[in-house]
Nanobody, 126 residues
Framework: QVRLVESGGGSVQTGGSLELSCVDSGYTFSCYCMGWFRRAPGKEREGVARIDCSGTTTYADSVKGRFTISKDSAKHTLTLQIDNLEPEDTATYYC????????????????????WGQGTQITVSS
């Protein structure tokens, strides 16, 4: 049974940084497309970044240059480094995984991901 557990959220001021982590269990982690998503209050869940089995990454336009996704297969850990946080980044952040190493033609579509963590909250104050 696959389980994803996020950590690292918190409250920060505009311009601050946070690092989110997602640890998996019961998953052949290193060979699957994994991603980070977020849901802001009153909005739909949106994809922010993904990384596939080959290490190729994709980012949403709104986070390019500020978010960095990476993975450590040996530690079964997916990481999202977030710099220069903005109030618009306030949301619950989720890690998710597919059942294949290929992220497909819609790499940030949440409906393409099978496994989800419980989420971690980021609040950015101005």
């Amino acid at each position: 049974q696959v389980r994803l557990v996020e950590s690292g959220g918190g409250s920060v001021q505009t311009g601050g940084s946070l690092e989110l982590s997602c640890v998996d269990s019961g998953y052949t982690f290193s060979c699957y497309c994994m991603g980070w998503f977020r849901r802001a209050p009153g909005k739909e869940r949106e994809g922010v970044a993904r990384i596939d089995c080959s290490g190729t990454t994709t980012y949403a336009d709104s986070v390019k240059g500020r978010f960095t996704i990476s993975k450590d297969s040996a530690k079964h850990t997916l990481t999202l480094q977030i710099d220069n946080l903005e109030p618009e980044d306030t949301a619950t952040y989720y890690c998710a995984g597919r059942t294949s190493g290929d992220c497909g033609s819609t790499p940030l579509d949440p409906y393409s991901y099978t496994f989800w963590g419980q989420g971690t909250q980021i609040t950015v104050s101005s």
